[in-house]
């Protein structure tokens, strides 16, 4: 018998797939152990979301998640990391229950970056598909170098420095 | 590929910072800019981890989800 000290939640782990579609998409793929409307209610209610949308792994607060799920409505998330705070906001553009949302980035210097996220269901699994689609070929192209889209880029940097004490570059 | 279209493709790259390029008289030489590509996969890789990081909590909450539905006895089959 397999007994799991760690947590039975997760036995399985699938694979997250990072893509660069085209100069302006980056295209994330990952499985999910259940149906498609048990996975749309973990993205759009604040108090599910805000579990995990943050990971613990990267020492962030979340401070406050406010999400109105329905076309034209906002959401907006508020971070502390130690002494700053920083926050994300946009506008959900489609709202398809168990299949698809659409929502903009209002955050960042270069203007907005629309993400769509796909549900797809086969044989009680969900396929999600998390496409980021930035303003400019610019927006994206500088993000791998130096000047990312400000969102992007403060994670970058918090990530940076969490990670410094693990690698180095 | 015509020559304007190769031209356009090694500009665009050249843009990217992925590979840079040295006329010397009518040669033009390429090089494979590893740095950028280096850059490239590590930006990558960054996004990859976070959104791995991000999907391993996902997974808590739906299994918890699904945990409910079940002893809630399925009261929607749809």
Known sequence: MDVRRQSEATPTTNRTVVERKSEREVVVTRTVNAPAHVVFEAWTKAELFRRWWTPKSYGLTLLSCDMDVRVGGQYRLVFRHEDSSMEFFGTYLEVIPHSRLVWTNEEGDYGQTVTTVTFDENAGKTLLVVHDRYPSKEALDSGSTDAMPEALRQLDELLASLGSSTEKT | ?78
């Not at chain 2, 356009?8 to 090089?31: F, I, M, N, P, Y």
């Not at chain 2, 960054?46 to 909590?57: G, I, K, S, T, V």
């Open chain 2, 1 to 78: 590929m015509t020559l304007t279209g190769m031209k356009k493709h090694v500009g665009v790259l050249e843009q990217a910072g992925l590979v840079s390029t040295e006329k010397v008289g009518r040669v033009r030489t390429c090089k494979l800019g590893l740095r950028g590509l280096e850059e490239e996969a590590a930006w990558i890789e960054r996004y990859r981890q976070l959104w791995a990081a991000r999907f391993d909590e996902l997974d808590i909450v739906v299994e918890e989800l699904k945990r409910k539905e079940k002893s809630n006895g399925r009261k929607k089959t749809k």
